[in-house]
């Protein structure tokens, strides 16, 4: 039974099906479900317990662009700038071309951090022309945000991409190479999709200002994102920084940092004026 854990990846196939030169593969699927999810989830709460009032089609619209665009400029810039800066219509152009006829290659790779300010960005967007507050529209959306965290790791598992290091654990897993590793997209699974979705939950019984559940959800997924790097294994475009640290850790305490700043800002903002009253 151990052996048939161990060896689980080396026996799923990461495509769903294939119709011709167009590929599903579950990893879409996956992100797909988790979309679909987090609609139905919002629709709920849009309608059961909160007084904003707006178009939920567009709000989803607006956010998947905008987490499309950012974390494929990310993606370029930051993990793989030479080569799409040697062919820049990769960086959204599924299809190559050759004397055979059209292929469809995909899109890999896309950087978390600049999704999340390309969604931070549209959301902003939708809210101005829709005279909405900002803040408090994604105090309702960020509480549902981990459940789509949750199947896209799921995905990155079925796809074999993003494993973890190398281990001696007993339940990690040989992803094709042979040695044992960490399976860290299920522990990001876990931690970024689960443990998130309930800490968050949690804080929406209690009301600080507007904004804040926005910065409880990037504060903490940054540290969970910091502390589960650990296992992931580096990636190969980026060396480790000063031997020890991932550059997406790094990018993980800055983003964490500013949360907490903006965090204590707010806070003291309404202290005083509290005290004023």
Do not use: C
């Not at 522990?187 to 804040?212: C, M, T, V």
């Not at 940092?257 to 202290?271: D, E, G």
């Amino acid at each position: 039974m151990l052996e048939i854990w161990q060896n689980l990846p080396t026996f799923i196939n990461p495509i769903a099906f294939q119709i011709g030169f167009f590929v599903v593969r579950w990893y879409s699927l996956m992100w797909m479900t988790g979309i679909i999810i987090i609609y139905f989830v919002l629709k709920k709460e849009k309608i059961g317990k909160t007084k904003i009032y707006f178009d939920l089609d567009k709000l989803m619209f607006y956010l998947m662009g905008g987490i499309f665009l950012g974390g494929r400029l990310g993606y370029a810039l930051f993990y793989n700038f030479n080569y799409y800066f040697q062919n820049p219509t990769k960086i959204f152009n599924p299809f190559s071309f050759n004397s055979e006829g059209i292929h469809f290659e995909g899109l890999y790779g896309m950087s978390y951090f600049g999704g999340l300010v390309g969604a931070l960005i549209a959301g902003f967007i939708f809210a101005r022309r829709n005279k909405l507050d900002f803040f408090s529209l994604a105090d309702l959306v960020a509480p549902v945000i981990p459940l789509g965290y949750f199947f896209g790791r799921v995905g990155n598992f079925l796809n074999g991409e993003l494993f973890g290091r190398i281990t001696t654990m007993p339940w990690g897993m040989n992803f094709g190479d042979g040695v044992l590793r960490h399976p860290s997209q299920l522990y990001e699974a876990a931690g970024e999709g689960i443990l998130l979705f309930f800490i968050l939950n949690y804080l929406k019984k209690r009301s600080f200002f507007s904004g804040h559940l926005l910065l409880f959800y990037i504060f903490f997924y940054s540290i969970i994102r910091f502390i589960l790097e650990f296992f992931r294994q580096p990636d190969l475009q980026k060396s480790l920084m000063w031997n020890f640290l991932t550059f997406n850790q790094v990018i993980a305490l800055i983003f964490s940092s500013f949360a907490i700043l903006f965090w204590l800002i707010n806070y003291v903002m309404i202290k005083g004026r509290k005290n004023l009253i």
